[in-house]
């Protein structure tokens, strides 16, 4: 249940999905512009919580999902296709 209240937070999806997309280690400023509106703040509360979580760490260079942090992405990949196609259904793609 801990990982539903984390996963359900504002921001944490989002989080784990631009470090998931980016090619190389995402630093702060970056990763906050990725993200679009979110805070400073809140950013960093999401950052920590998912690293104490151990799905995402800092290098020297910048953020990026740990492998248990790729586990998770990959466990989130039927919802991910089962979303594209809904969006399809509705005519909103």
Known sequence: MAAFDLFGRRWTLRVVWELDQASAPVTFRDLRTRCGDISSSV???RLS???DAAIVTHTGKG???TDL???LVQALSPLIDWSR????ALGHD
Do not use: N, S
């Open 63 to 65: 953020y990026v999902l």
């Open 49 to 51: 919580e998912l690293a």
């Open 69 to 71: 942090g790729g586990d």
């Open 85 to 88: 196609a809904w969006e399809r």
């Open 43 to 45: 950013l960093t509360r």
